[in-house]
């Protein structure tokens, strides 16, 4: 008996082209390195559009952001979560605005105010630029019990006036006193205080500042001395300005 013979078939299959060989992959490539590029050109015309001052703040937001400064919500196990400082958003944008403002001032009063800059101090804080402007024996902002300045105390708060008169900042007010009490029962230094912050604001005004940006106009007595330890020096008798950055809480 013979075997039956099996007959073998070979299929030949037609290869196709190129494209055939690679498959699509080559088009998502493409695709992601055309949008890549778009986002990259798209970059470079908003960095070259933005101010100075954006760019600075753009910058300082880099330089201090850290992801590990806070921990954010996380499902990893023992990981918490911890909400950033209230200040923080304050230390990110405004930071460099703030060193500017203080470094401009400090460069005003030194040029205009030589002889009186031992009375001046400006200082940045969580909430922008706190301007002081403190009395000196001999050299006194109002005389004792007066809410007229003096020449000197009419020069200083004209001159910072004149070197915050183009900012943008809302501004805040505050007189403040000694532990010194003020002779008159009804006219206490509550209302020395306040009346002093108010004749400051209208010598900022007359100085170019803007009145809209005036938030506040306080007067704390010696409820807030600068010099805790003696409540009767006569440098706790001052003129305060807050210049408040952006993200300041002013109503506080």
Same mark, same amino acid.
């Not at 950033?84 to 605005?97: F, L, M, N, R, Y």
């Not at 003096?150 to 007010?173: C, P, R």
């Not at 706790?236 to 950055?245: A, G, H, P, T, V």
């Given at each position: 008996? #013979? ?28 695709? @992601? ?15 070259? !559009? ?8 753009? !910058? ?8 590990? @400064? ?11 979560? #911890? ?14 605005? =703030? ?18 800059? @031992? ?31 003096? !020449?000197?105390? #009419? ?10 008169? @183009? ?29 002093? !912050? ?31 330890? =003696? ?22």
């Amino acid at each position: 008996m #013979q075997k039956s013979e099996k007959s073998v078939i070979i299929k030949k299959v037609k290869k196709g082209g190129h494209g055939g060989h690679h498959g699509g992959s080559w088009k998502v490539a493409y695709a @992601d390195f055309v949008t890549a590029m778009m986002a990259f050109f798209l970059l470079m015309w908003l960095i070259s !559009a933005a101010s100075q001052e954006q760019k600075e703040h753009l !910058a300082g937001y880099f330089k201090e952001f850290s992801l590990f @400064d806070y921990k954010g919500v996380s499902d990893a196990p023992g990981m918490t979560e #911890q909400a950033p400082p209230e200040h923080q958003s304050a230390t990110i944008g405004d930071t460099a605005s =703030d060193e500017e403002i203080v470094e401009m001032l400090n460069k005003h009063i030194e040029e205009k105010l030589e002889d009186l800059k @031992d009375q001046i101090t400006v200082e940045s804080s969580d909430q922008g630029v706190r301007i002081e402007a403190t009395h000196k024996e001999n050299k006194a902002l109002f005389d004792s019990g007066s809410t007229i300045p003096t !020449a000197v105390g #009419q020069k200083i708060l004209s001159e910072i006036g004149l070197g915050i008169k @183009d900012l943008k900042n809302k501004i805040a007010i505050e007189g403040h006193t000694d532990a010194v009490q003020y002779s008159g029962e009804q006219y206490t230094n509550w209302e020395l205080s306040t009346d002093r !912050a108010s004749t400051a604001r209208r010598v900022l005004t007359q100085s170019g500042v803007n009145p809209e940006r005036i938030e506040r106009v306080s007067g704390y007595a010696s409820s807030k001395l600068l010099n805790k330890t =003696d409540p009767k020096d006569p440098k706790n008798r001052r003129i305060s300005i807050m210049l408040f950055n952006e993200s300041a809480k002013t109503h506080e």
